[in-house]
Nanobody, 122 residues
Framework: VQLQASGGGLVQTGGSLRLSCVYG???????VGWFRQAPGKEREFVAT????????YYAESVKGRFTISRDRAKNTVYLQMNSLKPEDTAVYLC?????????????????WGQGTQVTVSS
């Protein structure tokens, strides 16, 4: 199982970034989620999308600003992040759920990518 996250970078407050997570074909029937971890803080759930893209779920802190989507033909999950704030600064990781429908806890996920850094300057 492989997940490869990319798309992070440095952006100003109010800016946008789109993260990508390419996953192996064996994960096609699993939900995929995004988490983030800031220095000195615990890993935090951001968003998840079901195996077919039909269901999504967001953390309250990002609802209305972030959008998760999935292109099954490309084995890729995206996280479009708009109206970014300094508190969104973290390493963003994608992960494969043990379920088809998602989950918001780290123990719901069985495989993790390496992460991509997002830094939002004030």
């Amino acid at each position: 199982v492989q997940l490869q996250a990319s798309g992070g970078g440095l952006v100003q407050t109010g800016g946008s970034l789109r993260l990508s997570c390419v996953y192996g074909r064996s994960s096609g029937n699993n939900a995929v989620g995004w988490f983030r971890q800031a220095p000195g803080k615990e890993r935090e759930f951001v968003a998840t999308i079901s195996w077919n893209g039909g269901a999504t779920y967001y953390a309250e802190s990002v609802k209305g600003r972030f959008t998760i989507s999935r292109d099954r033909a490309k084995n890729t999950v995206y996280l479009q992040m708009n109206s970014l704030k300094p508190e969104d600064t973290a390493v963003y990781l994608c992960a494969r759920s043990r379920y088809a429908s998602g989950g918001s806890q780290t123990y719901d996920y069985t495989a993790w990518g390496q992460g991509t850094q997002v830094t939002v300057s004030s």
